[in-house]
T-cell receptor
Framework: DADVTQTPRNRITKTGKRIMLECSQTKGHDRMYWYRQDPGLGLRLIYYSFDVKDINKGEISDGYSVSRQAQAKFSLSLESAIPNQTALYFC?????????????FGPGTRLTVL | QKEVEQDPGPLSVPEGAIVSLNCTYSNSAFQYFMWYRQYSRKGPELLMYTYSSGNKEDGRFTAQVDKSSKYISLFIRDSQPSDSATYLCATALYNFNKFYFGSGTKLNVKP
């Protein structure tokens, strides 16, 4: 079984709709992240959480919100989706005891906003 | 200016060729440098990491950092079709609070 899972894997929605992307992990890591990947722009950090009570904005948090429901679960919400939020979204985890803070990525969610 | 710049490619080479992938970065405070490999329809996976300047070798892969010129390189010797993927460089500060990723270089190794 995959250590980091994301649901849904693909989603098509319309402008103005509320969307939630979910991430679960079985690695026991405290740190979780949400990134989006766009062609030519690479991976950009949206939000990160170092434990259940800790939520931090990344470089592109506008239009997004997150919830850390438990150590193993970190969800990303788009309150009112817009077309330029069409992208590939990745959840990642890391272990603070790892000296290199290796990021373990999920398989991604492809989101299309029409 | 982006924190990390990377040529997107694509780069197409014959099997057995030596591949050179490169990135530049802007913040001299970056201390940790990583290369992630991403296969199609998959999430990135850590390939190699280095601390500060110097070389690190792992099998057919060599990561090189030149902090004086803010240049990061990944060399792949005897490239194989299974190396076909997108390679992303990444940097981080000493506290690892955030990673900064390049846009990725797509590599195709032809049999």
């Amino acid at each position: 079984d995959a250590d980091v899972t994301q649901t849904p894997r693909n989603r098509i929605t319309k402008t103005g709709k509320r969307i939630m992307l979910e991430c679960s992990q079985t690695k026991g890591h405290d740190r979780m992240y949400w990134y989006r990947q766009d062609p030519g722009l690479g991976l950009r950090l949206i939000y990160y959480s170092f434990d259940v009570k800790d939520i931090n904005k990344g470089e592109i948090s506008d239009g997004y919100s997150v919830s850390r429901q438990a150590q193993a679960k970190f969800s990303l919400s788009l309150e009112s989706a817009i077309p330029n939020q069409t992208a590939l979204y990745f959840c990642a985890t890391s272990d603070p005891r790892d000296p290199y803070n290796e990021q373990f990525f999920g398989p991604g969610t492809r989101l299309t906003v029409l | 200016q982006k924190e990390v710049e990377q040529d997107p490619g694509p780069l197409s080479v014959p099997e057995g060729a030596i591949v050179s992938l490169n990135c530049t970065y802007s913040n001299s405070a970056f201390q940790y440098f990583m290369w992630y490999r991403q296969y199609s329809r998959k999430g990135p996976e850590l390939l190699m990491y280095t601390y500060s300047s110097g070389n690190k070798e792992d099998g057919r892969f060599t990561a090189q950092v030149d902090k004086s010129s803010k240049y990061i390189s990944l060399f792949i010797r005897d490239s194989q079709p299974s190396d076909s993927a997108t390679y992303l460089c990444a940097t981080a500060l000493y506290n690892f609070n955030k990673f900064y990723f390049g846009s990725g270089t797509k590599l195709n190794v032809k049999p």
